[in-house]
């Protein structure tokens, strides 16, 4: 069943570039309403949702069984700065934040550690979208060299 959003976060949903094969990571997931949804439009691709609290991590697990047996939907506990993708996980093609200090600017020195995990878990033609936009604005993401 897809959760109801609150019309905030639906605006920022419906404004994500999605396309059905894409690989998303979406990074301080919450609870997961988001990531359901977006997981509801991939048909070949999937989402991996990320976010450092245990408790978050818990509700979405236990609110999204049926996504998560079909592939389309896993979750991670664990935060950006800490990320690194699991042996042959695939790149991601399109990353989301909404409300993530480490990616709007409030933690600056962690934003760069984000970024640099952020990079080395994407193809050279991925996208990053965070809040704080008209609803969202795109970040480019600096290429390690």
């Known amino acids: 069943m897809t959760p ?3 019309p905030r976060l639906a605006e920022i949903v419906a404004a994500l570039p999605l396309q059905p094969q894409l690989r998303v990571l979406e990074i301080g997931c919450g609870s997961g ?10 048909a070949t691709g999937h989402i991996l949702a990320i976010d450092r609290s245990r408790k978050a991590i818990d509700q979405l697990t236990a609110a999204s069984g049926e996504l998560m047996a079909s592939g389309r939907l896993r979750a991670r506990c664990v935060a950006i700065e ?12 399109l990353v ?15 934003g760069k550690v984000a970024m640099e995990r952020i990079a080395a878990a994407t193809h050279p ?5 965070v809040d704080g936009g008209d ?5 480019p993401i600096p290429r390690l060299s």
């Open 4 to 6: 109801r959003l609150s």
């Open 33 to 42: 309403a988001a990531a359901r949804v977006v997981a509801d439009r991939l």
């Open 82 to 93: 800490d990320f690194v993708p699991v042996e042959g996980e695939e790149r991601f093609d």
């Open 96 to 110: 989301f934040a909404i409300r993530v200090g480490a990616l709007d600017g409030r933690h600056p020195a962690a």
């Open 125 to 129: 033609d991925a996208r990053l979208f």
């Open 135 to 139: 609803p969202l604005r795109e970040l």
